[in-house]
């Protein structure tokens, strides 16, 4: 194939493979580095710029240079069933048992594909994951049932509405709404705090990827892509807030700023938070032979988590330490398994991100709003604190998955696998 030729293709194929790697997940750097050394396998120098709306290439050697602007991205939440196919579309393109043209075709494939499970498992599943959450937070057995019932219909809605071209903030918002008050409505027979089962019904809603997604780019030099991402959830995460506080409104049952939930035991919390991260798991189309790992590492982050603030630490320091260890377990598993770390670690640490935290801040600034100058200086201090924590606990999350791939990236075969790139014979 002519140099020209073949630089068209290649630039097709690394744009088009960049802008899927960041949609179904990976974070900036990872895909810049990618692709930087798979033009290289093929002979060209590229430099790959992230911008918040598209992705531009600059690829070449002596002969023959291009330009070129990729198609607008498009949602970048995950899906980890299609970060495997597509990092198994990399590694062949890498190993010179692929093609451009053939890359192409596969990539166009994996485009189109459909989900992972079918629909039936996802609601029962993402259920799962609602009920689950609401007993960490030591809910009793009836809320726990309205919370279950709240996920199945959360999990419909999200799967119908963008079927009806509505937009993903206020697909969220309406979401909250009608699931919000369907746990209200389902605690009411029993006589049961309905609190837990709105929260659990909130954070099953909120975008855990693309914050700590943001907060790693944001870490790693890529300003533009981090912010959008992180715009793009905290809008996602407002439009939940006014949804449960619509629900508030509409039922009479005040989400208050302030939650205090003891913490269950320790065996509870890990079997708790292993069926949590099966939800997620099911939810984000992790690969079926992957889904143990991800609930075992769920267990043991979010157990890690609950152990360390047992003994008295600051939630951030065990938010972080959680975070760590399922990023490292995630990396020595996927390496076994041949599975992206992200593919793995993501499903097993959304249950630590605090969505909860977050609306109930954004409420607690309604309420002052609506108060006005008689806002009580306690609502103004506990609404500043949800919010603080929010931020600090998402950033936690970033640091911990940033940690474990700079603990020993020997170890992880991350150095490795760069040098062995730039070491091989062009072709």
């Known amino acids: 194939m002519p140099d020209t030729n073949r630089l068209d293709a290649a630039a097709h194929v690394l744009l088009l493979l960049a802008r899927l790697l960041l949609e179904a997940g990976a974070d900036s750097e990872h895909v810049r580095r990618r692709v930087e050394a798979l033009a290289e396998r093929q002979d060209f120098a590229a430099e790959l710029f992230l911008g918040s709306e598209r992705l531009l290439l600059m690829l070449g050697n002596d002969q023959v240079y291009r330009t070129r602007i990729g198609h607008a991205l498009g949602v970048m939440g995950i899906d980890a069933g299609r970060l495997v196919a597509l990092e198994e579309v990399a590694t062949a393109i890498e190993a010179g048992t692929l093609e451009l ?27 799962g994951t609602a009920a689950a959450l609401a007993r960490l937070f030591s809910a009793t057995l009836p809320v726990v049932g309205a919370a279950f019932l709240a996920g199945a219909v959360s999990t419909v809605l999200r799967r119908v509405l963008p079927r009806l071209r509505v937009g993903p903030a206020a697909a969220a918002g309406i979401t909250a709404t009608i699931s919000g008050m369907t746990a209200v409505l389902a605690s009411r027979p029993s006589g049961a705090d309905p609190t837990l089962a709105l929260v659990a019904a909130g954070m099953i809603l909120v975008p855990g990827v693309p914050l700590i997604n943001g907060v790693r780019d944001l870490m790693q030099g890529h300003a533009a892509i981090g912010l959008a991402r992180i715009a793009n959830g905290a809008i996602t995460v407002i439009a939940i807030a006014a949804g449960l506080a619509a629900t508030s409104l509409a039922v009479g049952v005040h989400l208050p700023v302030t939650l205090n939930t003891p913490n269950l035991g320790l065996a509870w919390d ?12 099911i939810l984000f189309g992790a690969p079926r032979g992957a889904v143990p790992t991800i609930m075992l590492t769920g267990a043991l982050a979010h157990g890690l988590r609950t152990a360390l603030m047992m003994l008295g630490s600051d939630i951030a320091i065990a938010t972080l330490a959680g975070a760590t ?11 076994r398994l041949g599975t992206p770390s992200s593919a793995l670690a993501f499903p097993s640490v959304v249950a630590m991100v605090p969505g909860s935290y977050a609306f109930r801040g954004l409420i607690g600034a ?31 999350i970033g640091i911990g998955l940033l940690l474990s791939s700079a603990l020993n990236p020997a170890i992880f075969g991350l150095g490795k696998q760069a040098a062995k790139v730039r070491m091989s014979p062009p072709r």
């Open 270 to 281: 890990l079997l708790f938070s292993s069926i949590a991260a099966f939800g997620f798991a």
């Open 101 to 127: 043209e053939a890359a192409a075709a596969r990539l166009s494939v994996i485009a189109k594909a459909r989900p992972a499970y079918p629909g039936w498992l996802t609601i029962l599943a993402v259920a």
């Open 325 to 335: 260890l399922a990023g490292v377990l995630a990396r020595l598993v996927g390496r």
């Open 366 to 396: 309604l309420d002052i709003m609506l108060a006005g100058p008689a806002a009580p200086a306690a609502l103004l201090a506990a609404s500043a604190a949800a919010l603080i924590s929010a931020l600090v606990l998402t950033v936690s």
